[in-house]
């Protein structure tokens, strides 16, 4: 072979020549010696399809730097083109049910660390392919380590509304929240815990702050109170009136100014309807569970009603909806109510499956 100097090339004859040479070592050497001297060399394999032999082995001290960073390819981002289906804007896209500790402030000025559920979402213009999800994580795991309140959500919903350059927002984070509950007449105590929601939108430049909660009662039917007390007199025949565990999840728009605890909303729950389930029962408390059932007989729009009036009658709070369901044990079936006030909750049509997400698995 010739040697040329390197501002001349290499005639065709020689090409070949080195190219089959090149072959003839390929085809003899191992995967590792591919590599180290150039996987594209691969490529000179029969039955390759053109494809480099590629490392097996994870590479522990591969570091990544700005610049390669650079090159990887994030088709989230990419341009208009790739959209696929309707050229349609996405009100809601995101992350649901990523879960973190988070730090709560009580209303008796105690903290308590909770598990909480978090759905962060952004809205998506007609021309956007979509988003980068996990900024939703990182903006909300920058605020994660404080105390939290609605002042801290919207924070993280400022930062990555602005990371994702979106019109629209919403944080809404979920957790079970314990409060310790006496027993009616024994003195025993235990943990009642509370299903809540705290949610924040923001949407059309207005922000809206709403507090979700579920609460649980037993529900006695007021007609079958009558029919049972009916069969003692008139005939002296033993009856019991029927009851059920029920639910009502209480939704609030929460007005700016003084604090909502939610014990405060907790509160109003149980004065309107004070058959909340108990925790710790003895005897003498399951006497007084009936007589205070007795004494509170429910037909499942009652209850939407008393719920509604204390709703009412707080400043804090401005438009709301509860959503009621006894859970029979007469019927098959449920008994359901929903009344909403003011438009932030009206709506003709309902989610299929949400009466069914009121079901309370204790």
Same mark, same amino acid.
């Given at each position: 072979?010739?040697?040329?100097?390197?501002?001349?090339?290499?005639?065709?004859?020689?090409?070949?020549?080195?190219?089959?040479?090149?072959?003839? *070592?390929?085809?003899?050497?191992?995967?590792?010696?591919?590599?180290?001297?150039?996987?594209?060399?691969?490529?000179?394999?029969?039955?390759?399809?053109?494809?480099?032999?590629?490392?097996?082995?994870?590479?522990?001290?591969?570091?990544?730097?700005?610049?390669?960073?650079?090159?990887?390819?994030?088709?989230? %981002?990419?341009?208009?083109?790739?959209? !696929?289906?309707?050229?349609?804007?996405?009100?809601?896209?995101?992350?649901? %049910?990523? !879960?973190?500790?988070?730090?709560?402030?009580? !209303?008796?000025?105690?903290?308590?660390?909770?598990?909480?559920?978090?759905?962060?979402?952004?809205?998506?213009?007609?021309?956007?392919?979509?988003? %980068?999800?996990?900024?939703?994580?990182?903006?909300?795991?920058?605020?994660?380590?404080?105390?939290?309140?609605?002042?801290?959500?919207?924070?993280?919903?400022?930062?990555?509304?602005?990371?994702?350059?979106?019109?629209?927002?919403?944080?809404?984070?979920?957790?079970?929240?314990?409060?310790?509950?006496?027993?009616? !007449?024994?003195?025993?105590?235990? #943990?009642?815990?509370?299903?809540?929601?705290?949610?924040?939108?923001?949407?059309?430049?207005?922000?809206?702050?709403?507090?979700?909660?579920? #609460?649980?009662?037993?529900?006695?039917?007021?007609?079958?109170?009558?029919?049972?007390?009916?069969?003692?007199?008139?005939?002296?025949?033993?009856? =019991?009136?029927?009851?059920?565990?029920?639910?009502?999840?209480?939704?609030?728009?929460?007005?700016?100014?003084?604090?909502? *605890?939610?014990?405060?909303?907790?509160?109003?729950?149980?004065?309107?309807?004070?058959?909340?389930?108990?925790?710790?029962?003895?005897?003498?408390?399951?006497?007084?569970?009936?007589?205070?059932?007795?004494?509170?007989?429910?037909?499942?729009?009652?209850?939407?009603?008393?719920?509604?009036?204390?709703?009412?009658?707080?400043?804090?709070?401005?438009?709301?909806?509860?959503?009621?369901?006894?859970?029979?044990?007469?019927?098959?079936?449920?008994?359901?109510?929903?009344? =909403?006030?003011?438009?932030?909750?009206?709506?003709?049509?309902?989610?299929?499956?949400?009466?069914?997400?009121?079901?309370?698995?204790?």
């Amino acid at each position: 072979m010739n040697i040329h100097p390197n501002d001349l090339k290499p005639e065709t004859e020689e090409a070949k020549a080195a190219l089959a040479l090149l072959r003839d *070592w390929v085809a003899k050497a191992s995967d590792a010696e591919i590599n180290a001297l150039d996987p594209a060399v691969a490529q000179l394999l029969p039955g390759q399809g053109g494809y480099p032999v590629l490392s097996r082995d994870y590479p522990q001290d591969f570091a990544v730097d700005a610049a390669y960073r650079a090159t990887l390819p994030d088709l989230q %981002n990419g341009p208009a083109s790739l959209i !696929r289906g309707a050229h349609a804007p996405i009100q809601h896209v995101g992350i649901s %049910n990523f !879960r973190l500790p988070i730090r709560f402030h009580t !209303r008796d000025g105690g903290d308590q660390t909770l598990e909480s559920s978090v759905t962060g979402t952004v809205s998506l213009e007609a021309d956007k392919k979509g988003i %980068n999800m996990s900024r939703i994580m990182r903006s909300f795991y920058g605020h994660a380590e404080k105390c939290f309140s609605f002042g801290v959500i919207e924070a993280a919903l400022d930062d990555y509304k602005s990371d994702l350059d979106s019109l629209d927002a919403r944080i809404m984070m979920r957790f079970s929240y314990p409060v310790k509950r006496e027993s009616l !007449r024994s003195g025993l105590a235990g #943990y009642q815990y509370y299903d809540i929601a705290l949610e924040v939108v923001d949407e059309g430049g207005q922000r809206n702050r709403y507090i979700h909660l579920d #609460y649980v009662y037993s529900s006695t039917c007021p007609c079958s109170l009558e029919l049972s007390e009916h069969a003692r007199r008139a005939r002296g025949q033993l009856a =019991t009136p029927h009851s059920q565990r029920s639910v009502a999840r209480i939704s609030v728009q929460v007005l700016p100014g003084d604090c909502l *605890w939610f014990e405060d909303l907790i509160d109003m729950a149980r004065v309107a309807v004070p058959t909340e389930t108990q925790v710790m029962v003895k005897r003498e408390d399951e006497q007084a569970f009936a007589e205070l059932n007795a004494a509170n007989p429910i037909f499942v729009e009652d209850a939407a009603r008393l719920f509604c009036e204390e709703l009412q009658g707080d400043a804090r709070i401005g438009d709301f909806r509860v959503a009621a369901s006894h859970q029979e044990s007469l019927h098959s079936h449920d008994a359901v109510s929903i009344l =909403t006030e003011g438009p932030t909750f009206a709506a003709s049509s309902l989610d299929p499956r949400f009466l069914a997400t009121l079901h309370h698995a204790g």
